[in-house]
């Protein structure tokens, strides 16, 4: 049997990986500043990750949700911890598109009503509706489209209003920093609007946090830089460093009726154990800070390379916009220099490594970078 090929893949094969380093089957080292896309948070085969799964998997590693779950628990109370949200209700399920598809359902059920409101250059999975709230029509199939999600220009507040007057809005969702869509950080202002505009109309704010959140934008929700709370976060990617894991958090509000939501594989038990250990490092080596400390650094850095367009995101999330003729510096940094770094449409270098990158790697980073733009 062949792969269905939909993935256009590089020609190297990953064969050892520890920290912000992997390594080829030829042995040769690269430096990782993608991360898998945005997963690996506390870095590759972490000692205390590889044990509590290794632990846990001598224990018991699947068991269904119709049983109780003391690891939930303990996970519930850690990332009510950790991200300051104590107050929330935690859903588990296991990557970023369900959890969308888990917020947006939840949403209307809590309100009983349709329409969605998403953004332009929106990507919130691939999934029914969460690729229909996804801003590109080349990966909505027909069965997916849907008169149910209306998109609005990004950081446009007078076109926010006026979907609110047109529309018995259900959600918006939002990510607090597109990915997919280039890194463009929406601004404090913005996330505000929608927060008092859902509060008056009795909408639901869904906080896109798959990819920006757990700490890479050095505050644990790219969100909380608005100083308001959403009532849904949706997040995976950098939750279970790269095992799937995905999981929505539920403001108070909202109250569960028993399958309302629900999942075989969500929250299984080697899933709790990959997710505790990460938000135990996150924890222990003060990794938001470390992300805010060396993306600071980073970011200010990059900014003084003249041939650099634009410089945008928050903590480790970057994205480094570049002009046509220097499309090239990706694949030179990849090949010549040894460093993977992910992109975006159409010139775009995004930076997504672990949350413990150190100001060594910045260093290496951008000396190389600084090589490849003036090849
Ligand atoms: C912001 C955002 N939301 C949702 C998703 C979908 O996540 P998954 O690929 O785990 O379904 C992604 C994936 O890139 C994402 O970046």
Known sequence: MKLFDVYPVNDIIIDKAFGSHVWDDKGTQYLDLYGGHA????????PHYVKRLTDQ?????FYSNSVK?????ELAALLGKVSGKEDYQLFLCNSGAEANENALKLASFYNGRKKVIAFKKAFHGRTSLAVAATDNPKIVAPVNETDNVVFLPWEDEAALEQAFQQHEVSSVIIEGIQGVGGINVASESFLRKIRSLCDTHNAVFIADSVQCGYGRSGKFYSHDFAGVNADIYSMAKGMGNGFP?????????????????GTTFGGNHLACAAALAVLET?????????AAKIGGYLMEQLRTFDKVKEVRGRG???????????????????????????EAKPNVIRLLPSLALTQAHADQFLEAFGKAINK
Do not use: R, W
């Open 282 to 290: 996150i924890q222990a080596e003060n990794l938001v800070e470390n």
């Open 316 to 342: 480790l999330m970057i994205g480094i916009d570049l002009p046509e003729e220097l499309s090239f510096v990706k694949k030179e940094l990849l090949h010549t220099h040894k460093i993977f770094t992910g």
């Open 69 to 73: 779950m003391p690891l939930q628990e």
């Open 57 to 61: 998997l001598h224990k018991v590693g």
């Open 245 to 261: 894991i995905g999981a929505i958090i539920i403001a108070p509000k909202f109250h569960a009726v028993y399958g309302m939501l």
């Open 39 to 46: 997963v690996i948070s506390i870095g590759h085969t972490h």
